[in-house]
């Protein structure tokens, strides 16, 4: 499994970089809104939706959506979006202290996870696309928050692999443990360090950049345990079979949608301190 986990990592992960520095932010929008709206595909099913044509009508309305946001996405209202999307994940995290809520096949249940899919999915959309069209270095600060993910997924990995003992969620996500959070937020540490001094943070700068990169990381393990839950939940173990050994496209974005509205958000703070 490692091995054809690597094998489509080191496939997909260059395409990624390439599509985040060299194409404009309609094009990245464009590709971007593609995969959020399989990932939409793929939560429907973990909510429970069976009929086919519900599952459609939830993508094609959250493709309107998306063409909505679009036009909104350098306006302030733009904000209101992102802040609605903080302000869902930590409900989530009430959410995941009573894990057993929702858990029943009902259609309020149903909807309340097509609800949260939508707070999800929507605010993180919104974030990557204006970051990414920021003047200046907006491409590299959208490499750096992906990346600022992925490297925290990884040290995870191995963390967690190696020295992992303590369950962190173990009603959740029994693989997950707490050595393996500790590593995610050691190697995104690390990463942060060195990619804000290369996008020309400095000083004080730096420091607030890196704190700002952990809770990012948090946040994005905190979307990693709500996607188990809701697997755990519908009794499967993996959300789609798009990716060989990384199973779904959710499977492989959950950490990105809880953290990038709270790295989009923060760092706009902490350009406005800059510009003060």
């Known amino acids: 499994m490692l091995k054809q986990r690597t094998l489509t990592a080191l496939v997909l992960a260059p395409v990624a970089i390439a599509i985040l520095l060299f194409l404009p932010t309609w094009a990245v929008a464009l590709i971007v809104s593609a995969l959020c709206l399989q990932a939409v595909w793929e939560w429907t099913q973990l909510a429970g939706l069976v009929s086919r044509p519900w599952r459609i009508g939830v993508v094609v309305a959250n493709a309107l959506l998306l063409g909505l946001l679009w036009t909104i996405r350098d306006d302030d209202a733009a904000w209101y979006v992102i802040g609605a999307g903080l302000a869902w994940w930590l409900l989530a995290l009430l959410w995941m202290r009573h894990f057993s809520y929702g858990a029943a096949p009902t259609h309020e249940h149903a909807a309340l996870k097509i609800g949260a899919c939508e707070l999800a999915v929507l605010p ?11 003047a200046g270095h907006g491409h590299a600060w959208a490499l750096f928050a992906i990346v600022l993910v992925w490297t925290a997924d990884i040290a995870a990995y191995f963390a967690g692999s190696r020295y992992g003992t303590t369950k962190l969620a173990p009603r959740i996500s029994p693989n997950k443990t707490t050595a393996g959070a500790w590593g995610a937020l050691l190697g995104a540490g690390v990463v942060a360090a060195i990619g804000g001094w290369l996008l020309g943070a400095r000083g004080p700068m730096l420091v607030a950049l890196v704190a700002l ?11 990693d345990l709500l996607e188990s839950l809701l697997k755990r939940q519908a009794s499967v173990k993996d959300s789609g079979t798009l990716f060989p050994g990384h199973g779904g496209l959710l499977d492989r974005i959950d950490s990105l949608l809880a953290a990038l509205p709270v790295f989009v958000a923060g760092k706009a703070l902490l350009d406005l301190a800059l510009a003060a």
């Open 213 to 223: 990169s952990l809770l990012a990381v948090l946040a994005s393990i905190a979307g």
């Open 124 to 134: 993180a959309w919104l974030a990557l696309v204006r970051l990414h069209g920021e």
